[in-house]
Structure formats: structure tokens, C-alpha cells
């Protein structure tokens, strides 16, 4: 069984992108059940664009926000059979900036 390398999975292009969905996301699926006395079966519509707006699952948004969150900070290599995970090029840069007089 091989890992998945070339996408990004379930994160966004950007962060406020990936809260829209979330808040899109979550209030359908509170308004789905919330409206149910009021509205009746008919609320139930908002059931298939809160799984759409999560990406399926309230854990599948979880993960796609930390994957958002992480994306350039860490870079995984793999050398001769060994695989780590090492600071990625904007992990670098950040560190770097934040000590000016030590060279990276």
C-alpha cells in the first residue's frame, strides 16, 4: 500500500477559504436539524450542502484544516528507504527571518 504524494487531500488554497466552507458547512447541518420542527422534511435540503461544504464529513474539514494550516511549514524526504519530515522552504524562511545574525 503506497502514500499519497502529489495532492493536497482535503485542504483549501487558503485559510479563509477553508472557514467559509467550515461556517457554510457546520450551519447547514445545525440549520438541517434545527429547523426540522419548523420547516419539516424540508430542512433535510440542507443536509447534502453541509456535506458538501465539509468535503463529506466534519472530520474531512478537520483534517483539511490542519493540512491547510501546515502546507510549506513541513517537507517530507525520503532517502535510501528513510523517510523524515523536515522544515519546508517556508518553515525555513520564517525561522530564518526571525534570527537575523545566525545562518541557516
Known amino acids: 500500500m503506497g502514500t499519497r504524494t502529489e495532492g493536497p487531500g482535503f485542504a483549501s488554497t487558503s485559510l479563509p477559504r477553508h472557514l467559509v466552507r467550515g461556517v457554510v458547512g457546520f450551519g447547514s447541518l445545525t440549520g438541517c436539524f434545527v429547523l426540522l420542527p419548523l420547516v419539516g422534511p424540508i430542512s433535510l435540503l440542507l443536509l447534502p450542502i453541509g456535506a458538501l461544504a465539509l468535503r463529506g464529513c466534519p472530520m474531512c474539514w478537520t483534517v483539511g484544516l490542519v493540512q491547510t494550516l501546515s502546507r510549506g511549514r513541513l517537507q517530507r524526504s525520503c ?14 524562511t520564517a525561522v530564518a527571518a526571525a534570527r537575523p545574525g545566525r545562518a541557516s
Open 79 to 92: 532517502k535510501s528507504g528513510q523517510c523524515k519530515v523536515e522544515p519546508g522552504d517556508r518553515a525555513a
